[in-house]
């Protein structure tokens, strides 16, 4: 699974409700999608902790992502940068100096904002799940979603969702390999000095380019 091909998802799943336990997981879904419609573009700060099913071996990554819209994101951690305009992407590994440019459309694997927001509640199963947990302290509803068809790359994943704000506290995926990438969000502000331009990358003279569209 690529580090940061889901991370962008994760913090679409919002609600704005006031008394979670008395919903349906359809009727959360439909709360979240009117609720992520914001003009204002936010900071998002969180730790993605990966796990080799394998192996046993987990890694520890601190990052930081900007968001303008469902389709408009910039994710930066220690080793990959991945931006997208909403019709171009750019994937830039640090250690080989190297970014391939596509199509968002193109890459079956690539979730947009968009599309957990509104294909997959089509094409996965939604449930509410464990009444009453906790996360580090804080009363939280968990959301489960599988999909319908088992051959999709994401087999699983589990939404933590605040009681008090109502923003993700943590989200993970289960790929088909059992291999599982977990984020805690740490911080969600708006930040209006945002730019458009960091929505778009611009690689050095020295930068490998591997442009597929």
Known sequence: ??????????????????????????????????????????????????????????????GEMLLDGLNKFRIVTPDQTVVSNGETMWT?????????????????????????????????NATLWKPGTELDGEPAAALRMTPKDKNQMMQELKVWVSKETWHPLQVEFTDMNKNTTSYQINSVTVDTTISAEAFTFEPNENTEVIDVR
């Open 1 to 62: 699974m690529d580090k940061l091909k889901y991370t962008y998802a994760f913090f679409f799943l919002l609600a704005a409700v006031s008394v979670f336990a008395a919903l349906t997981a359809e009727q959360v879904i439909e709360r979240v999608q009117n609720s992520v419609q914001t003009e204002k573009p936010l900071r998002v700060k969180f730790q993605q902790v990966f796990e080799w099913q394998v192996t046993g071996k987990v890694e520890k990554l601190d």
């Open 92 to 124: 830039y590994s640090r250690l080989e100096d190297q970014v391939i440019i596509d199509n968002v459309t193109n890459d079956p694997q690539t979730l947009m904002p968009r599309d957990i927001l509104f294909t997959y509640p089509e094409t996965y």
